[in-house]
């Protein structure tokens, strides 16, 4: 069956240094990726959607690739700042469903330090 | 719009009784999904309705658990006979054509 693995649990790093968030998947389809980010105490939101244009999406300075050779979809972001501490999905959508629903992977906790 | 509304937003049940979870969608859309999300698993899928008809129900634990949508307006999610192990954060949504929006989230405390 489908499925998202996120391998990194937690994540810790210093402000101003970069962010890579894996993500890979297993479909037996083309899956639409998406990115959702979860802040304490809130509903998780929509951060990035993969495209079938292959067009790479942005959101908030935060950008993913959807790589289908590696079946990967990377979350990056050049500089973190405090306020991406946050809790970050991977999830893909399978074509087949008719509707959007969501395979997540595990999560990955993200924290900025000063 | 006030989103996805969902109540309580904390529950705590004793053993053994019945929880029952709400949902309001986001007006208009037509899918509305219920995830369970936990440290441990993190954010797995329960079940969907589609123009308020059941359409997959392959993440419900099957004894104790069920879900309705008598209206466009609401769904709920009962539990019966909760148990330590139902204790997580139950999230519904809904979606547009482009985009799936989440509640808050109810937290079950059973204990």
């Known amino acids: 069956g489908d499925s998202v693995t996120q391998t990194e649990g937690l994540v810790t790093l210093t402000e101003g240094l970069p962010v890579m968030l894996n993500c890979t998947y297993q479909?037996?389809?083309?899956?639409?990726l998406f990115w959702y980010v979860q802040h304490l105490n809130e509903a998780p939101k929509l951060l990035l959607k993969?495209?079938?244009?292959?067009k790479r999406p942005e959101h908030q300075g935060f950008h993913a690739t959807l790589h289908k050779s590696s079946s990967s979809f990377h979350l990056q972001k050049s500089s973190a700042q405090l306020s991406d501490s946050a809790l970050y999905y991977c999830?893909?959508?399978?074509?087949?469903?008719?509707?959007?629903?969501?395979?997540f992977g595990s999560g990955t906790q993200l924290t900025v330090m000063p | 719009n006030a989103g996805v509304i969902q109540t309580p937003r904390h529950k705590v049940t004793g053993k053994g009784q019945e929880a029952t979870l709400w949902c309001e969608p986001i007006s208009g859309h037509s899918a509305v999904f219920w995830y369970r999300q936990t440290i441990v698993q993190g954010l797995e899928f329960l079940t969907y309705?589609?123009?308020?008809?059941?359409?997959?129900d392959s993440g419900m634990p099957k004894e104790r658990f069920s879900a309705q949508m008598p209206n466009q307006s609401h769904s709920t999610l009962k539990i019966q006979s909760t148990q330590p192990q139902d204790s997580a954060v139950y999230l519904c949504?809904?979606?547009?054509?482009?985009?799936?929006?989440f509640g808050k989230g109810t937290r079950l405390t059973v204990v």
């Open positions: 999830a893909l959508s399978p074509p087949s469903s008719g509707s959007w629903q969501l395979i």
């Open positions: 993969s495209f079938t244009d292959n």
């Open positions: 949504a809904s979606s547009s054509p482009t985009e799936v929006f």
């Open positions: 479909s037996t389809y083309s899956p639409f």
């Open positions: 309705f589609r123009n308020q008809a059941p359409i997959d």
